[in-house]
Every structure is written in structure tokens, then in C-alpha cells.
Nanobody, 124 residues
Framework: QVQLGESGGGLVQAGESLRLSCAAS????????MGWYRQVPGKQRELVAR???????NYADSGKDRFTISRDNAKNTVYLQMNSLKPEDTAVYYC??????????????????WGQGTLVTVSS
């Protein structure tokens, strides 16, 4: 199976930047789309940004023009560069990936995996 390991969260002041990383590990897999989501207590998990295997991206309005998602396919890693952070960006950020295993890739059978989450706290 595939596992996702996130890093880069922490405490910053408003206006500062953070870069989140998420690396996929396992064997015999191929990644498809990857993305970042976030969740605050009492609210639903929401999309932050998503990137396809070919590099096409989409962003939630909340992060557009401030956040940049990218990926390094050779390293099976996705990044989220967050600039001009605001207190309302405070949340647990989760990495997500669609992937297929070996022969399942031939029939486009994809699975989904989530990371454990990394906390981002932005103070005012």
C-alpha cells in the first residue's frame, strides 16, 4: 500500500510563509492527482489545492494568488507553498493522493490515500 508523510507545518505570524511537503512511499504504485485539504474543528475538510499528474492545478478561492501547489514526480512528492498567511488559514492540513497498484493501473483502477495531517497555526 501507499503511505503519505507530511511535513512543514508550524506556528507563524500573519504575513509570513510556510512550505508543506508530502511524500508518498510504498512499492509498485503510480500516483495520479495529488492535493492538499484543510480542516478546522467543527467544520468539514475543504480543498485547498489539487494538481494532476500532468501538472494542471486548481485552487480554492481562499488560497488563490497566495498558495502554489507543485509536485516532483521523480520524488513522488507534492508541495504547498503558502505566502501571506492569515489567521483564518489556521487548520490541520492533509495531503491526499489518488494512486494505482501494478496491474490495476492498466484498467485505471485508482485508490485514495490520506496523510496524517500537519498543523498550521497563524497568529495575528
Amino acid at each position: 500500500q501507499v503511505q503519505l508523510g507530511e511535513s512543514g507545518g508550524g506556528l507563524v505570524q500573519a504575513g509570513e510563509s510556510l512550505r508543506l511537503s508530502c511524500a508518498a512511499s510504498g512499492s509498485g504504485f503510480r500516483l495520479n492527482a495529488m492535493g492538499w485539504y484543510r480542516q478546522v474543528p467543527g467544520k468539514q475538510r475543504e480543498l485547498v489545492a489539487r494538481i494532476t499528474s500532468g501538472g494542471s492545478t486548481n485552487y480554492a478561492d481562499s488560497g488563490k494568488d497566495r498558495f502554489t501547489i507543485s509536485r516532483d514526480n521523480a520524488k513522488n512528492t507534492v508541495y504547498l507553498q503558502m505566502n501571506s498567511l492569515k489567521p483564518e488559514d489556521t487548520a490541520v492540513y492533509y495531503c491526499n493522493a489518488d494512486y494505482c497498484l501494478r496491474s490495476e493501473c492498466l484498467v485505471d483502477r485508482y485508490r485514495e490515500v490520506w496523510g496524517q495531517g500537519t498543523l498550521v497555526t497563524v497568529s495575528s
